[in-house]
C-alpha cells in the first residue's frame, strides 16, 4: 500500500507541474503562434493543405457555418488560458478529493489485516 501512495504522490507532483508550466505558458505560446501565423505569407497551396488537413473552408465569401470555417478550426486547435483555467481547476479540486480519498476515507486505515476476511471468504465459498 505504501508502494501505491509513494508512486501516487509522484505522479500527483509531475501531472501538477506539467498542468502548471501548460498554464503559466499558454499566453506566450498564444501570442507567438498567431504573431507568426497573422504574419505568415498566406499562398493558395498553404490555405489548401490546411483546409484538408483541418476538413475546412477558408473562403470567406461562402455562407457556411462558423464551426466549418478554418479561422475556427484554428482557434480551437491552439491552446489558450481560457480553456486552461477550468482544467486547472478541477485538477486542483479532483487531486484534493483523490488524496483525501486514498489516505483518510480507506477502510483499511490502521487496521491489521491477518487473513480473517480471507477465511470468512472461503468458508462461505465452500458451502
Do not use: Q
Not at 81 to 110: E, T
Amino acid at each position: 500500500m505504501w508502494l501505491c501512495a509513494i508512486l501516487f504522490l509522484i505522479m500527483l507532483f509531475i501531472n501538477g507541474a506539467v498542468i502548471l508550466w501548460l498554464f503559466i505558458t499558454a499566453p506566450d505560446d498564444h501570442r507567438l503562434f498567431y504573431s507568426l501565423f497573422d504574419a505568415a505569407v498566406k499562398e493558395e497551396i498553404f490555405l489548401t493543405e490546411i483546409e484538408k488537413g483541418l476538413d475546412c473552408i477558408s473562403d470567406d465569401d461562402k455562407e457556411i457555418y462558423s464551426s466549418d470555417e478554418c479561422d475556427n478550426a484554428i482557434n480551437r486547435s491552439v491552446i489558450s488560458r481560457k480553456l486552461l483555467s477550468p482544467l486547472l481547476y478541477f485538477w486542483i479540486v479532483g487531486h484534493c478529493l483523490a488524496f483525501f480519498v486514498f489516505g483518510f476515507a480507506n477502510k483499511d486505515f490502521g487496521e491489521s489485516n491477518d487473513g480473517s476476511e480471507a477465511d470468512i471468504a472461503s468458508v462461505k465459498l465452500m458451502k
